[in-house]
């Protein structure tokens, strides 16, 4: 061998060893060299930014990561296959626990981080791994002290106890738009997430929760909700605020706008851009939706307006709406809305009277027939006594009795006091009235058209 040639050999010795070692080091390099090495694979500059943003979470005091890029752009095969393997490789004594919206969807991506273990590149970056265990829900890297597994799968729904993670990934924890619109499967993954997968995060420990969005009031927008200080946003639009594609090497934003063509915009904007908006019904635009402190000082007049649910267990909310007014403005300052029998109506309808005190007014629709005089009748004598307690006897369509409240809020004279219950109010104002619920609608325009004068009641003042 030359001595050039023995040098070039030495520069290529050098420049492999290099790669290994930035691939041992960060999460990029080393899904360059088991990935993107592969045929079929192409980089992207959003791979770079996804890796970069996920390792420095990982090294933060931030509990959660939110990461929302549009389908079939590398989401999973970077964070649920190849992050656990690079991550485990370096903390041989962690856990992770990887989830999706089925078992078997959960196990598929166990079973790929697994086999990159199994990898030629993997191997000349961490070298041969060992497992105690390798089943198909779980597998155990050799020398784990504690007898747990390294990695376990599990679907939505599933129980964790036992189980423990410094890292839970939570990838697609809804399949499709039907479980997506589906009021109780978005309950039942929240409940899980709540309940069950973050109470199982270790001290110190990250979530990564990465999902094309499908709709507003889905995991991720809860989360925004509830617990936003705690975590980290990573939006990835497949068509940037510039007009470029996010990935213009598999996707350009040509075959990106066929995409949007065909599916409509509404569905684009939530899949593809992460940004799902709820279906608006046209009365309330979201442009007019205002947030500020519930009202203070002199001449201010409070109604609480009660909307009950027919029958306990169809569907309807019973809902109560507390409205203030003074000089011609409006504020909704509280809702208090629940599903329950008759007596759990009625005993949460008199706290609320007691908490709120005896100088608010109290309006409920009056329901047709002899029943709903009955019922009107009972809360006056029996639950309400010493209230300003009045029947409404509401006449006409929902949204024809809602328009005026609608005009409020279009001239800014209608805000929204601040509440954790601001989210369901608000999806159900814009939704209005082609949503599945109207109960809270129905009542705030009740308290507003009693707050207006603009009402028909019979008086119950029974002390």
Known sequence: MTRFA??????????????????????????????????????GHHIHTICETVEAFLQSDMRGLMVSMPPRHMKSTIISESLPAWWLSRNPQGEVIIASYNQTQARKMSRAC?????????????????????????FQIQGKQNGRPSLIAAGVGAGLTGSGGDLIIIDDPVKDREEANSETMRDKVYDWY???????????????????????????????????????????????????????ERFSVDVLLE??????SRDFE??????????????????????????TGQRITRCRYWDKAATAGGGDWTVGALMSMQDGRYCI?????????????????????????????????????????????????????????RAD????????????????????????????????????????????????????????????GNQSSTNFYVF
């Open 6 to 43: 023995d040098q070039e050999a030495r520069e290529a010795f050098k420049q492999r060893f290099m790669r290994l070692s930035d691939a041992h080091e960060h999460l990029m390099p080393y899904v360059a060299e088991t990935v993107l090495s592969q045929p079929g694979y192409v980089d």
């Open 114 to 138: 697994r086999q990159r273990f199994d990898g030629e590149m993997h191997r000349m970056i961490f070298g041969k791994t060992q497992f105690g265990i390798d089943a198909a829900d779980e």
């Open 194 to 248: 709540t309940s069950v997968a973050s109470t199982r995060l270790s001290p110190g420990g990250h979530i990564i929760l990465v999902m094309t969005r499908w709709h507003h009031d889905d995991i991720a927008g809860r989360i925004l909700n509830d617990d936003a200080d705690h975590w980290q946003i990573l939006n990835l639009p497949a068509i940037s605020d510039t007009g470029g594609a996010l990935w213009p």
């Open 259 to 264: 995409k949007r063509a065909a599916m409509g």
């Open 270 to 295: 939530a899949l593809y851009q992460g940004r799902p908006t709820p279906l608006e019904g046209g009365m309330f635009k979201r442009d007019w939706i205002r947030y500020d402190a519930p009202m």
């Open 333 to 389: 300052e509280d809702i208090v809305r629940l599903q329950g029998s008759p007596y759990d109506v009625q005993q949460t309808i008199r706290r609320t009277a007691e908490r709120d005190g005896p100088s608010v007014r109290i309006r409920m629709e009056q329901e047709p027939g002899s029943s709903g005089v009955d019922v009107i009748d009972h809360y006056a004598r029996e639950v309400l006594v010493g209230y300003d307690f």
């Open 393 to 452: 006897k509401v006449t006409g369509d929902k949204a024809l009795r809602a328009g005026t409240m609608a005009a409020a809020m279009e001239c800014g004279n209608l805000w929204i006091a601040r509440g954790a219950w601001n989210r369901e109010l608000v999806d159900e104002l814009l939704e209005f009235p082609l949503g599945s619920h109207d109960d809270q609608v129905d009542a705030c325009s009740g308290a507003f058209r009693e707050l207006a």
